[in-house]
């Protein structure tokens, strides 16, 4: 559960699927599940392209939640597949792209199917998912209605993957609307920037990139983009790469005076739309393309991709990187490095035992 405050998404989700497979050789019913969701959340934090394995794993564990009974897993594999149907767009998507009523997931069927603590559950789940479709697909109407549907739920959540989803888009969404609708949602604006800042602080690498991000589109300016592109590049996030340069390009049209020749909207534009498109969020490359004349020839202007979906798919394979199992930037051999990283990992864990935003 704790991992993730020390390493990186990409390096931890091969864990939990196996988690998940020995759990379940083992009788472990309830933690197989539990490992099976946390791969999927996990996938999605890690940013890998969601037309390698997401999909047929999703099938797995719904099929294996099925079979085992326990109907409130199959509603999270079943609404996380929704989510990516819609990204991708085509006939098994929503009507609309930020709601939840597709060929995978029915909304208002499953919450009228549940009672008690598990509609209490599966109503926080929904609300966070269409949070993170109505950022990425930019509905202000849509992400203040979600908004005011996890206010009543606290902070804190054990599955650190699935409160990474929430905080990530729950920040985003926060620092988009304080800029239209005022201080509405200033609570949580301050509550998510305090969250990863202190995470941040400690050397989390899921954290810093999203902390980054939070503070420029919070406080925008040419450098705060600046910083936040070159430091989610570095972290190799398509989604959030993308959604941070949309975002810049976005701020340079309603602030043209901060253009200059090596900065303008179009260039990050294009760039927001190269990353959607290596990360599969087809919908929302039409949706781009549709909003901006600029964009109408971009993909075929497209370099080469700099992450290829090639090494995504062998890592979740289980294919050995070169040098080791594990990134060396996660595990670093220097004994005086690692020391350092140990006392990070101690101070992150501390964060969560002490921070008052628990």
């Given at each position: 559960?704790?991992?993730?405050?020390?390493?990186?998404?990409?390096?931890?989700?091969?864990?939990?699927?196996?988690?998940?497979?020995?759990?379940?050789?083992?009788?472990?019913?309830?933690?197989?599940?539990?490992?099976?969701?946390?791969?999927?959340?996990?996938?999605?934090?890690?940013?890998?392209?969601?037309?390698?394995?997401?999909?047929?794993?999703?099938?797995?564990?719904?099929?294996?939640?099925?079979?085992?009974?326990?109907?409130?897993?199959?509603?999270?594999?079943?609404?996380?597949?929704?989510?990516?149907?819609?990204?991708?767009?085509?006939?098994?998507?929503?009507?609309?792209?930020?709601?939840?009523?597709?060929?995978?997931?029915?909304?208002?069927?499953?919450?009228?199917?549940?009672?008690?603590?598990?509609?209490?559950?599966?109503?926080?789940d929904i609300s966070m998912v269409r949070l993170k479709l109505a950022v990425i697909f930019d509905d202000l109407e849509a992400m203040d209605e979600m908004l005011d549907r996890l206010e009543p739920f606290p902070v804190h959540d054990i599955p650190l993957a699935r409160q990474h989803v929430r905080m990530v888009y729950v920040g985003f969404a926060c620092q988009i609307l304080r800029h239209k609708l005022g201080e509405k949602h200033a609570k949580w604006a301050e509550l998510t920037?305090?969250?990863?800042?202190?995470?941040?602080?400690?050397?989390?690498?899921?954290?810093?990139?999203?902390?980054?991000?939070?503070?420029?589109?919070?406080?925008?300016?040419?450098?705060?983009?600046?910083?936040?592109?070159?430091?989610?590049?570095?972290?190799?996030?398509?989604?959030?790469?993308?959604?941070?340069?949309?975002?810049?390009?976005?701020?340079?049209?309603?602030?043209?005076?901060?253009?200059?020749?090596?900065?303008?909207?179009?260039?990050?534009?294009?760039?927001?739309?190269?990353?959607?498109?290596?990360?599969?969020?087809?919908?929302?490359?039409?949706?781009?393309?549709?909003?901006?004349?600029?964009?109408?020839?971009?993909?075929?202007?497209?370099?080469?991709?700099?992450?290829?979906?090639?090494?995504?798919?062998?890592?979740?394979?289980?294919?050995?990187?070169?040098?080791?199992?594990?990134?060396?930037?996660?595990?670093?051999?220097?004994?005086?490095?690692?020391?350092?990283?140990?006392?990070?990992?101690?101070?992150?864990?501390?964060?969560?035992?002490?921070?008052?935003?628990?």
């Amino acid at each position: 559960q704790l991992v993730p405050l020390w390493t990186p998404y990409r390096d931890v989700v091969e864990t939990y699927m196996e988690l998940n497979k020995q759990s379940l050789a083992l009788g472990a019913i309830d933690l197989c599940m539990a490992a099976g969701m946390l791969s999927m959340y996990g996938f999605l934090n890690a940013s890998f392209p969601l037309g390698t394995l997401l999909e047929p794993k999703l099938i797995l564990y719904q099929e294996r939640a099925s079979d085992l009974g326990r109907p409130t897993f199959v509603s999270v594999f079943s609404m996380i597949r929704q989510c990516l149907y819609n990204l991708q767009g085509g006939f098994k998507a929503s009507l609309k792209p930020t709601e939840l009523n597709g060929e995978a997931f029915d909304e208002e069927k499953v919450l009228s199917n549940c009672q008690g603590p598990a509609k209490k559950m599966n109503f926080r789940d929904i609300s966070m998912v269409r949070l993170k479709l109505a950022v990425i697909f930019d509905d202000l109407e849509a992400m203040d209605e979600m908004l005011d549907r996890l206010e009543p739920f606290p902070v804190h959540d054990i599955p650190l993957a699935r409160q990474h989803v929430r905080m990530v888009y729950v920040g985003f969404a926060c620092q988009i609307l304080r800029h239209k609708l005022g201080e509405k949602h200033a609570k949580w604006a301050e509550l998510t920037m305090r969250f990863f800042e202190k995470l941040a602080s400690f050397g989390s690498p899921n954290a810093q990139p999203v902390y980054a991000c939070l503070k420029a589109i919070g406080n925008p300016s040419v450098a705060a983009f600046q910083e936040a592109i070159q430091i989610v590049g570095n972290a190799g996030l398509l989604n959030l790469d993308a959604m941070i340069n949309e975002r810049f390009g976005l701020w340079l049209l309603e602030n043209p005076h901060a253009c200059v020749d090596e900065v303008t909207p179009d260039d990050h534009l294009k760039c927001a739309i190269w990353c959607y498109h290596d990360w599969g969020a087809t919908a929302k490359v039409k949706q781009m393309q549709s909003k901006h004349e600029c964009l109408a020839a971009a993909i075929r202007e497209k370099p080469p991709s700099q992450l290829s979906a090639v090494r995504h798919q062998t890592a979740m394979l289980g294919v050995p990187r070169v040098g080791g199992a594990t990134s060396t930037s996660s595990y670093p051999t220097d004994p005086v490095e690692e020391s350092s990283n140990k006392t990070k990992r101690f101070g992150a864990l501390t964060c969560l035992r002490k921070a008052s935003i628990f």
